[in-house]
C-alpha cells in the first residue's frame, strides 16, 4: 500500500488539555472590509455566533448515539456496552468524557467545516481511545503513486511539536459541506463579512456608550494653546468626562473657552437596529433558529414547539448523519459490516406527554409499534417479551371477511341443529 513507507513520528497528538486551550485558534483570520480581522476565536466574541456554536455543539453532544448490529433476520440489536458504544457515550478517552470530545468536534464541524480525532489502537487493534485535533493545524492532500493507479489522504497535522504525518487509519475525519470532496468549507472564513461587520457594530455601540453616549465635540478657545498645553487639556478633559462612570459630571471651561458639539443623525444612534438584524444574518448562516439564539423578538411560544421540530429536522439530523456515516466507514470494524452507530434525535421531536401517550396508543394498537420500541422513543430499557406487535381482534384484513363470516354462519348453523341457542349474526 502506498502508506506503507509513511512512518508516524508520535503516538498521539497534543495533551488535550492543550487543544482545549487553543482549540478555537485559528491564526490571524481573515481581513475584512470593516477593517475587522475574523478568526474562529474572534468570532466566538459576538454574542450570536458564540449562542449558535455552544448551543448547537451541547445539543448534539447530549444525544445518545446507538450503536446497532442487523441480524440475519432483518432485525437489529442493540449493542449498548460495546467499545465503539463506550467511547461515545462515556469516555472518548483517558482524560475527556465523551460530552466534551463530541461537544468540541460537533463545534469544529460548525465553525472549521472539519472535526479530526486521532484514532489510538490497543496491541490487538482495537481503538481505546479518539482524541480531537485542530482543524486549523491540519493540512490535507492526495497523493498518487509513480504509476498513479493509487492514491490516498494524506492528513499532516503541525503545532509547537512538530510535523506529524497520519495515515487515513489513523484519523478520523468528519467533513462539513464540501467543494472538492476531501475537506469542508470553513465557515467562518465564508461568513467573514458577516461575522466582522456584527463585530463592527459591538465596538460601534461599545464606543459610543464608553463615550456617555455622547456626540464627538471640540472645545474652542479664545487664545493659542501650544502643543503641550492642547494635549494636556484633551487627556485632562476625556479623564474627567469621557466613560459612563463619568456622566453628567459638571464640566468647568476656564479662559473663555467654549464646547460645541457636533450633532449625531437619528440613524446613528440607532445602530441597535442593525444589531439585531445581524443576528437574523448569523442565524441564516448557522441555520439556527432565531429562539435558540435567545432573539425572540419575531417569534411566539405557541411556534417554538414546532421550530424545535424544524431545528431537529433542518440543522441538527444533516449533522448527526455526517458524524453517523463518517463512523460507519473509518471507526466501526471492517469486520463487522453489518453494524452501525445512530443518534437518537428522538429527545428533540419529542412533544409533551400528553401528545406522546396519544401517539403511542395509536401505534401500539395499529400494529406498528410494540411495547419496547415506545421504550425505545423514550430512552428507556426494553422489557422481556416486549417486541411482540398487537393488533385489535375486531380488526380484519379486507381478503378475510367474507372467510370469517361465512365461518361464524356456519358455527351458528351446526349449532342450531345441535339445539343450542342461535348467535347474533352481529356478534
Do not use: C
Not at 457594530?201 to 465635540?217: H, I
Amino acid at each position: 500500500m502506498i502508506f506503507d513507507r509513511l512512518i508516524q513520528r508520535r503516538a498521539h497528538p497534543a495533551n488535550p488539555s492543550q487543544i482545549v486551550l487553543s482549540m478555537f485558534n485559528g491564526g490571524l483570520g481573515a481581513q475584512t472590509y470593516t477593517g475587522k480581522q475574523i478568526t474562529g476565536d474572534k468570532s466566538l466574541s459576538i454574542s450570536a455566533v458564540w449562542a449558535a456554536v455552544t448551543a448547537k455543539a451541547q445539543d448534539m453532544a447530549g444525544l445518545p448515539i446507538k450503536y446497532y448490529q442487523i441480524m440475519p433476520d432483518g432485525t437489529k440489536k442493540n449493542l449498548r456496552g460495546d467499545r465503539i458504544w463506550k467511547l461515545l457515550n462515556e469516555k472518548a478517552n483517558d482524560e475527556m468524557d465523551s460530552f466534551q470530545y463530541r461537544e468540541f468536534s460537533y463545534a469544529m464541524v460548525d465553525m472549521y467545516g472539519n472535526a479530526y480525532s486521532y484514532i489510538d489502537y490497543n496491541n490487538n487493534g482495537e481503538i481505546k481511545g479518539l482524541w480531537p485535533l485542530i482543524p486549523t493545524k491540519m493540512v490535507v492532500k492526495r497523493i498518487y503513486n509513480k504509476d498513479k493507479t493509487e492514491s490516498a489522504l494524506v492528513f499532516t497535522y503541525s503545532d509547537d511539536r512538530g510535523t506529524t504525518v497520519f495515515s487515513p487509519k489513523s484519523i478520523w475525519h468528519v467533513r462539513g459541506f464540501s467543494t472538492d470532496g476531501i475537506m469542508g468549507v470553513n465557515t467562518t472564513d465564508v461568513a467573514k463579512e458577516i461575522y466582522g461587520l456584527s463585530a463592527a457594530l459591538e465596538e460601534y455601540a461599545a464606543r459610543y456608550f464608553g463615550n456617555n453616549a455622547k456626540p464627538p465635540a471640540v472645545l474652542v478657545h479664545p487664545g493659542k494653546v501650544g502643543e503641550k498645553a492642547h494635549k494636556n487639556l484633551k487627556a485632562s478633559w476625556s479623564e474627567a468626562h469621557q466613560g459612563l462612570s463619568q456622566a453628567h459630571k459638571i464640566a468647568i471651561l476656564e479662559e473663555g473657552m467654549q464646547l460645541k458639539e457636533f450633532g449625531f443623525s437619528p440613524e446613528d444612534s440607532q445602530s441597535i437596529e442593525s444589531r439585531k438584524f445581524q443576528i437574523e444574518e448569523v442565524a441564516r448562516i448557522t441555520n439556527m433558529p432565531l429562539h435558540r439564539l435567545k432573539h425572540l423578538e419575531k417569534v411566539n411560544y405557541n411556534s417554538i414547539e414546532h421550530a424545535d421540530i424544524e431545528y431537529g429536522k433542518y440543522t441538527l439530523h444533516p449533522l448527526a448523519q455526517r458524524f453517523d456515516k463518517s463512523a460507519k466507514q473509518q471507526i466501526v470494524p471492517v469486520r463487522h459490516p453489518n453494524r452501525y452507530l445512530k443518534h437518537n434525535l428522538n429527545g428533540i421531536y419529542r412533544a409533551d406527554i400528553d401528545t406522546r401517550t396519544n401517539a403511542y396508543q395509536r401505534g401500539q394498537q395499529g400494529g406498528y409499534m410494540s411495547i419496547n420500541d415506545i421504550l425505545d422513543f423514550e430512552d428507556r430499557d426494553p422489557v422481556p417479551g416486549g417486541d411482540i406487535r398487537m393488533f385489535p381482534a375486531n380488526m380484519l384484513p379486507l381478503d378475510m371477511v367474507a372467510d370469517y363470516f361465512n365461518a361464524k354462519i356456519k358455527s351458528m348453523v351446526e349449532r342450531v341443529i345441535a339445539n343450542d341457542t342461535p348467535e347474533q349474526v352481529a356478534d
